[in-house]
Structure formats: C-alpha cells, structure tokens
C-alpha cells in the first residue's frame, strides 16, 4: 500500500485522452491502411511470442500520428523520423513482450490489472454520462472504435508499469539505506518542503470569466480579514466528486483516501501554483489561481521542511527509476531468446550486439574492481 501511495499511476494517455486520440487518427489509419494490403509476416520472436508486422505498423501509425498532430511535423518529416526510429521502435516492443511475459508469472498482477482496467473504463463511462458498458460500446462504434482494443491498450499499458514497479521501483524503494537517505535528504532540504492545502474552487462553466474572479478575489480578503476559511469553502467551493461537493465534506481540506491531510512536495506541485503559495506560511491565503476551469484559492494549513521518509526514499527512487529500468529490461533481454525474421536481422541485430556489449564492459567493471579491491587487501596484510 506504501508504494501504491508513493508511486500514483501516471499513464499517458489515459482512458479519456486515448478514445479522444484514436478517434483523430481513425480516418488518417484508413487512408494509411488502404489497399493493397501487405501480408503480415513475423519481424522478431521473443521467446514464445512473435512481434508481427501488424503490430509494427500500429506503432509506427501512431507514433506517425503523434509526430504530426502534437509536434507539428509534416507527414514527410514524420515518415523520415518513423523510418529513423525504426530500431528503437522494434526494441520497444520486444520490450513490452518481455514485460508482458514476466507479469503472467507474477502471483495475482494479472487479476489486478484486468480490475484496474474495468475499474478506469467505468470511470470514463460514468464521467461521460454513459450508464452501461453497452452505452459506451455504442458510442466508441460510431466513432469507428472497439472497447476491447482500448481494453488491450489499457491492459499493455498498466502490465508494463504495474511489473516495472514491482520489480525494479520496488527493489529500489525498499532497498534504500538510513544513512543513503540522510545524506540525500541533506544535501537537498529544499526539495522536501511540504504543505497541507485546504481549497476553495470556483467554476468557470457557464458564467464570465470577470465574475467568477472577483468572486474569487472578494473570498480570498475575506479569509485573510479571518473569516473561517472552512465555512466559505463549504458555502462556495465547487469542485464536486461523484456529483458531491466535496467540501460538503471536507470543508475545502485536501485529504488522502483514509481521511487525512494530504501532503505535496512542493518541488512536484505544478509551477503556476507552487509559485502562488511557495512564500506563504502556515495560515497563509493565496490570490486567486487561474486554472483550465476556474479559479482557486488556497490556504496552507500546514508548511514542513522536516524529514520525511516516504518522500526522501519517493524522490531518490524516482531519479534512479530511468536508468534500473534500463538496466533491468537489458537483462531481460540478454535471458531471453530473440531472433529477427531474416527481413529484420539488419534493423534489430546491431542492437541486439550493444546489448551483449554493455553486459561485456559491466563484467569487466565488476571483475577489474574486485581484482583491485583484492590487492587492496594483500597490500594491507603485507604492511
């Protein structure tokens, strides 16, 4: 549970931006995917799976579709850059098959993740005002979509995080010493300013924008003048969940899901509100903070710069994360038996071959420090 509060699932994209970008790409895959239709031939197994052409050409599609519509590229930019990419595009997923393959053998992730799939495409339906899954099926059909396809993108995406969590994060985590974590959290006592929010939200939905700040501005001097900031978040806060003002229930208070005080970081708050209440001490009304959909005004309850271990070992673990995760898939990979299809050998063997490099040069490390480590010793026994 430590580590499902530490590390929050942060996959991109989610369930809502996925439906929203499958159906822009739709009609683009159909042009791309007219005849005359290329026969689907194996580019690579993978232990007992094999990575198909098809399944390459969905990704280039997509990372095509990406390059153009989000980093503004030009269709023939775009083709230069997936024909570019190509080797670290196969490697990706020969990776997700590693990952994949690996989470079967893992007791119960398997259930896990097929709950948190339907759990996030309930979510949506609910969100979207859809009542029944036969409701969202019908609209993602005339949108040219299939729920199970998402499904299967979901569950891809949630196997891979969910094993490299377990797996690597976890390891890292938990493996953390005292006295690597004093020193860290020394060196870097800035990062580790904490605070406890309460909130009062308004919406901008429906009114003009002019009226809803300066019913955000007249709150925020009320509260400093010493009104109690928990009943004005009570008579006027908006954000609402599952229907219910959730100041109703919390007077305005950020709390976590057992009921308490929820802590940020202030060094992982977004910067337009880090920067609205980073000066403000405990007690402390911000000015009113523009947001996509409205404003809010925030108090801090509590500021604390002490130490913190979930967070020291959070951080440390999530600056280490990229290189494990580098590391721990190499070696699925090394232990793996993967063979490009003929067609393929020229793309995905070189590297393969800087794989068996850097396991090379890391044995090589290894040995030549414990050989020096070695005469280190015979070195001191002599004197």
């Known amino acids: 549970m430590q580590l499902k509060n530490v590390w ?11 439906v929203l970008a499958l159906a822009a790409s739709a009609p683009a895959r159909a042009q791309e995917e007219t005849p005359p239709a290329v026969l689907d031939e194996p580019v690579v197994q993978v232990n007992n799976d094999v990575v198909m052409l098809s399944m390459l050409k969905r990704e280039n ?6 390059l153009v519509k989000q980093r503004n590229m030009t269709p023939e930019q775009a083709d230069a850059e997936v024909v570019k990419k190509q080797p670290e595009i196969i490697f990706n997923l ?60 979901l569950r891809r995406q949630y196997m891979k995080q969910a094993v490299l969590q377990r797996e690597v994060d976890a390891r890292v985590y938990y493996g953390l010493t005292d ?31 002019a009226d809803v700040k300066a019913k955000a501005a007249d709150l925020a001097a009320r509260a400093r003048a010493g009104a109690d900031f928990g009943e004005l978040a009570v008579k006027n806060s908006e954000r609402e969940e599952n229907g219910v003002r959730t100041a109703e229930k919390t007077k305005g208070q950020h709390v976590d899901d057992t009921g308490k005080p929820r802590s940020y970081l202030l060094s992982e708050v977004q910067p337009s509100i880090s920067n609205a209440i980073k000066d403000l001490k405990a007690g402390g009304i911000s000015d ?5 959909e409205g404003y809010m005004i925030l108090r801090i309850n509590e500021r604390d710069d002490s130490f913190k271990e979930n967070f020291v070992r959070g951080m440390m673990t999530q600056e280490r994360s ?4 580098e590391d721990y898939l190499r070696k699925l990979r090394q232990d793996a ?24 040069q890391e044995t090589a490390s290894r040995e030549g420090g414990a050989e020096t480590g070695g005469k280190g010793k015979d070195k001191s026994k002599k004197q």
Request: charged share 35%; net charge negative.
């Open 337 to 360: 038996y993967i063979k490009p299809a003929p067609n393929y050998v020229t793309v995905i063997q070189p590297m393969l071959d800087k794989d068996k490099d850097k396991a090379k």
């Open 94 to 153: 020969i990776n997700e098959i590693l990952l994949m393959q690996k989470g079967k053998d893992l007791a119960r992730l398997s259930e896990d993740i097929e709950a948190d799939v339907n759990r996030e495409v309930l979510r949506v339906a609910k969100n979207a005002g859809l009542n029944t899954l036969e409701e969202l099926e019908a609209a993602l059909r005339q949108e040219g979509m299939s729920l199970s396809d998402i499904k299967d993108t």
């Open 8 to 18: 929050t699932r942060a996959l991109a994209p989610a369930f809502a931006a996925l």
């Open 288 to 292: 009113p903070i523009k947001t996509d």
């Open 179 to 209: 006295a690597e974590l004093r020193k860290y959290y020394d060196a870097n006592r800035a990062k580790f300013v904490s605070v406890s929010l309460s909130e009062i939200f308004l919406s901008l939905a429906g009114r003009s924008e």
């Open 322 to 325: 990229e290189k494990e995760h």
């Open 61 to 66: 599609a997509e990372f095509r579709d990406v």
